[in-house]
């Protein structure tokens, strides 16, 4: 119910004009009330990449994330990380390669199993 209500109060922040430092301080509270709260921390990682310019934290941000079993199922969490880490400047990615890939590497992409093709739609096709 608290985790409800603050981010009730987060989502009335015009994200354009407060800090990235406030966005990723009101997210680690978040994280504290309800550490599953996957839209939370989607909104968060967007605004630092779109208003603020700032992978790295970012990244940290979807870190903590995925260390929730919930919002590992999450696969734009991992479409927001690989737009971060584009961002990233040659010497940001020699620097902190090793940080990242091994938190945002290790769980699989769940955007790539692609599902068999259902039997019902392979009649119509052979039709």
Same mark, same amino acid.
């Given at each position: 119910?608290? /985790?409800?209500?603050?981010?009730? =109060?987060?989502? =009335?922040?015009?994200?354009?004009?407060?800090?990235?430092?406030?966005?990723?301080?009101?997210?680690?509270?978040?994280?504290?009330?309800?550490? @599953?709260?996957? /839209?939370?921390?989607? &909104?968060?990682?967007? /605004? &630092?990449?779109?208003? @603020?310019?700032? *992978?790295?934290?970012?990244?940290?941000?979807?870190?903590?994330?995925?260390?929730?079993?919930?919002?590992?199922?999450?696969?734009?969490?991992?479409?927001?990380?690989?737009?971060?880490?584009?961002? &990233?400047?040659?010497?940001?990615? /020699?620097? @902190?390669?090793?940080?990242?890939?091994?938190?945002?590497?290790?769980?699989? &992409?769940?955007?790539?199993?692609? *599902?068999?093709?259902?039997?019902?739609?392979?009649?119509?096709?052979?039709?």
């Amino acid at each position: 119910m608290a /985790s409800d209500f603050y981010w009730f =109060q987060f989502l =009335q922040k015009d994200f354009a004009r407060c800090g990235a430092n406030e966005i990723v301080n009101g997210m680690m509270l978040m994280k504290k009330l309800d550490p @599953h709260f996957t /839209s939370a921390f989607r &909104l968060a990682a967007m /605004s &630092l990449l779109t208003y @603020h310019k700032k *992978p790295l934290e970012a990244l940290d941000l979807i870190a903590n994330a995925l260390t929730s079993e919930v919002n590992r199922t999450d696969w734009r969490l991992y479409g927001y990380s690989l737009i971060a880490k584009n961002m &990233l400047t040659i010497q940001e990615k /020699s620097k @902190h390669f090793f940080k990242y890939e091994r938190v945002l590497a290790a769980p699989k &992409l769940l955007a790539l199993e692609i *599902p068999p093709i259902p039997n019902y739609l392979l009649r119509k096709l052979e039709a």
